[in-house]
């Protein structure tokens, strides 16, 4: 048989599941170790004679990739082709907005759509939800406040999700599991296994797995992250702002990174509290770590 284009669906480190182009689903290997699919993926992909595995041999050109620089600096690739990102917060644990921010800025970078998921809404939250979640919406992205607990609003983040590829993501612990359960109508775990194939006995949890939703449409359902920061250069961070982007070219200087030039539109912005003092200081902040780990490449 030729090779077949196939859809990387689950990924379990160097295992794979993939859907055929017939609707199918076959486990799959890896050939050599310059190929590193993420879920999203379109492979080419051949049955290994003899054997239930199939094996990857290429990766398809990607429309765009979820990127993030791991502890040396190095770019690694979380998910690919995707159309939307959902990023979630919730009452607990305590949002870490400056996640949500990075996410956001992520998602403008690689042309995704972008929404603000706010599960729990049946815990108290702070005073200051409201206003973030305000702020999110003055500059165009929806916001959402839902519980997957209770089902309040999950009908208006299914139709976010209902055409196309998402991802949700989001810190540990805001309960995406829980909210792809209930948009799946299916409470079950979503922990997949499968043999090493070393004869030892060991699974090996799945790292990110492609689920359909009933209502239509496709999710990625990836691990919380502690921390986040997009794989990028310094004078791109301003892109992933939109509101800064924006305001920016208003600015004295084309090249003004709107930290301590003279005749910054955005910081008279923040000063005439146009622009959310919060998200400002977000900004810099991921400037100041962009730097930092983009030092970490030379």
């Known amino acids: 048989m030729t090779n077949a284009a196939a859809l990387v669906v689950a990924t379990y480190s160097r295992r794979m599941q993939l859907r055929l182009p017939d609707g199918g689903r076959v486990d799959a290997r890896i050939k050599g170790k310059r190929i590193k699919p993420v879920c999203g993926d379109r492979v080419e992909a051949e049955p290994i004679p003899g054997e239930v595995d199939w094996l990857i041999t290429a990766v398809c050109e990607r429309r765009n990739e979820l990127t993030r620089p791991n502890q040396r600096g190095q770019v690694e690739v979380l998910a690919a082709n995707i159309d939307r990102l959902l990023v979630m917060a919730a009452s607990t644990p305590e949002p870490e907005w400056s996640i949500v921010d990075r996410y956001l800025c992520a998602a403008e970078l690689i042309d995704a759509s972008a929404a603000v998921i706010f599960n729990k809404t049946d815990l108290p939250a702070s005073e200051s939800v409201d206003e973030v979640l305000d702020d999110y919406a003055k ?123 003279p005749g910054c539109a955005v910081k008279a912005a923040v000063e005439n509290e146009a622009i959310s003092k919060r998200r400002y200081d977000s900004y810099r902040h991921l400037l100041a770590l962009t730097e930092k780990l983009t030092s970490k490449q030379y």
């Open 139 to 261: 500059i165009g992205y929806q916001a959402v406040r839902c519980s997957a607990k209770t089902g309040r609003n999950l009908d208006a983040v299914a139709a976010l999700l209902r055409d196309g590829v998402s991802i949700i993501v989001g810190q540990s612990g805001v309960g995406k599991s829980s909210l792809i359960n209930r948009l799946l109508q299916d409470d079950r775990q979503r922990v997949a296994a499968v043999s090493d194939r070393s004869g030892e006995g060991r699974h090996t949890t799945v790292n990110s797995a492609m689920l359909q939703l009933p209502g239509g449409g496709a999710v990625i359902d990836s691990p919380g992250v502690r921390d986040y920061a997009p794989a990028l250069r310094p004078e791109e961070v301003v892109v992933g702002y939109r509101e800064i982007a924006a305001t920016g070219h208003d600015c004295r200087f084309a090249n003004c990174r709107h930290l301590r030039e």
